[in-house]
């Protein structure tokens, strides 16, 4: 009864989460796949709606917040008809394994498209598109010096503004910093980075862009694809937000994935490959890069104009991404050690 009734709010919350379904228009989908996700772009819908087209297979689309899926494919145990996991951080695709949520992709067609380390080692989940989270300022100030994270902390870079820490993304970021350079110094530059903010962290990575603009602060830590969506933005004045902020890739570029999974308890595992083989087709990756402003995944597809003008940068790579996840609590402890909330 007791874990009945711990479960009972997440029951109710069940009933809430929306479903959506792409159907192919004119003939009928009689195999479905089922794909969880925390991805919320309008760009995606059309590519689910492509797929159903192309492969006449129904997509029913489940989305919420990373750890509210987790907790929901938890519930549902070994019946579970997820067959596509797909999140926004390299954190949450580590939880899922970790979780024994997901199987093995098993596909080299599927595997060989994204080189290491932008996949699971162990073939468990498999970046979609790579975002970077990068340094914006107001060109209206000279451009900070600023070559790689550590100077955000130790050097004259004025004040900086960056989202809640709860929020993966940062978490990640700061995983990284673990493990580059161990918790001890991750921890003073923790520390640092929150003595230096304009603010307490508020709102989401647009908003931070939008401050950096006004001049309430003068660096932002965000990730690239925000600004690409304020620079293509039909407001007028986000756009003019988007066209006057600098931007610095450090010489550590984090990059984090957008990346998926297949469910554990899979019931539809081949649909669940052949929507993964079409994300991951060329032309299905120069949608995401040139709709959502995302790095793809795959060597072979064309990079967006406006990612290309940003110019090349240095991939901070490590052998294997999950060390995001693996490091995530040292990360939300020194986080919350340092007031970064
Ligand atoms: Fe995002």
């Given at each position: 009864?007791?874990?009945?009734?711990?479960?009972?709010?997440?029951?109710?919350?069940?009933?809430i989460?929306?479903?959506?379904?792409?159907?192919?228009?004119?003939?009928?989908?009689?195999?479905v796949?089922?794909?969880?996700?925390?991805?919320?772009?309008?760009?995606?819908?059309?590519?689910?709606?492509?797929?159903?087209?192309?492969?006449?297979?129904?997509?029913?689309?489940?989305?919420?917040?990373?750890?509210?899926?987790?907790?929901?494919?938890?519930?549902?145990?070994?019946?579970?008809?997820?067959?596509?996991?797909?999140?926004?951080?390299?954190?949450?695709?580590?939880?899922?394994?970790?979780?024994?949520?997901?199987?093995?992709?098993?596909?080299?067609?599927?595997?060989?498209?994204?080189?290491?380390?932008?996949?699971?080692?162990?073939?468990m989940?498999?970046?979609?598109t790579?975002?970077?989270?990068?340094?914006?300022?107001?060109?209206?100030?000279?451009?900070?010096?600023?070559?790689?994270?550590?100077?955000?902390?130790?050097n004259?870079?004025?004040?900086?503004f960056?989202?809640?820490?709860?929020?993966?993304?940062?978490?990640?970021?700061?995983?990284?910093?673990?493990?580059q350079?161990?918790?001890?110094?991750?921890?003073?530059?923790?520390?640092?980075?929150t003595?230096?903010?304009?603010?307490?962290p508020?709102?989401?990575?647009?908003?931070?862009?939008?401050?950096?603009?006004?001049?309430?602060?003068?660096?932002?830590?965000?990730?690239?694809?925000?600004?690409g969506?304020?620079?293509?933005?039909?407001?007028?004045?986000?756009?003019?937000?988007?066209?006057?902020?600098?931007?610095?890739?450090?010489?550590?570029?984090?990059v984090?994935?957008?990346?998926?999974?297949?469910?554990?308890?899979?019931?539809?595992?081949?649909?669940?490959?052949?929507?993964?083989?079409?994300?991951?087709?060329?032309?299905?990756?120069?949608?995401?890069?040139?709709?959502?402003?995302?790095?793809?995944?795959?060597?072979?597809?064309?990079?967006?104009d406006?990612l290309?003008?940003?110019?090349?940068?240095?991939?901070?790579?490590?052998?294997?991404?999950?060390?995001?996840?693996?490091?995530?609590?040292?990360?939300?402890?020194?986080?919350?050690?340092?007031g970064?909330?």
């Open positions: 009864m007791k874990q009945f009734n711990t479960y009972l709010p997440f029951f109710l919350f069940l009933c989460i929306p479903v959506l379904s792409y159907a192919a228009g004119s003939s009928d989908t009689s195999s796949v089922n794909v969880y996700t925390t991805r919320h772009y309008e760009a995606d819908a059309e590519l689910y709606k492509q797929f159903s087209d192309e492969h006449k297979i129904q997509v029913n689309l489940v989305q919420g917040k990373a750890d509210e899926l987790i907790q929901r494919i938890r519930v549902e145990g070994d019946k579970s008809e997820m067959d596509v996991f797909i999140v926004t951080d390299v954190g949450r695709l580590y939880r899922a394994k970790s979780l024994n949520l997901l199987s093995p992709i098993q596909d080299q067609k599927i595997l060989s498209r994204v080189v290491s380390p932008y996949k699971d080692p162990e073939g989940w498999i970046a979609l790579k975002r970077t989270r990068i340094v914006v300022y107001n060109t209206n100030n000279p451009r900070p010096p600023i070559q790689s994270y550590l100077d955000l902390a130790y004259d870079v004025g004040n900086i960056t989202r809640s820490s709860g929020h993966v993304y940062n978490i990640s970021l700061v995983s990284q910093i673990i493990d350079y161990g918790s001890d110094a991750a921890s003073k530059w923790v520390q640092n980075i003595r230096k903010f304009a603010r307490k508020q709102g989401n990575d647009r908003d931070q862009i939008r401050a950096v603009y006004e001049s309430k602060g003068d660096v932002a830590i965000v990730n690239s694809y925000y600004l969506l304020l620079i293509h933005s039909p407001d007028d004045y986000d756009a003019m937000v988007g066209r006057n902020v600098g931007i610095i890739f450090p010489q550590d570029t984090h984090n994935v957008s990346g998926a999974g297949i469910g554990a308890s899979s019931p539809n595992r081949e649909n669940a490959k052949a929507l993964l083989s079409f994300l991951l087709r060329k032309d299905i990756q120069e949608r995401y890069s040139a709709t959502n402003y995302e790095f793809p995944a795959v060597q072979d597809a064309k990079v967006d406006l290309l003008s940003w110019g090349d940068f240095f991939e901070y790579q490590t052998k294997d991404l999950n060390v995001y996840g693996e490091f995530s609590a040292e990360a939300t402890r020194l986080a919350d050690l340092h970064w909330n």
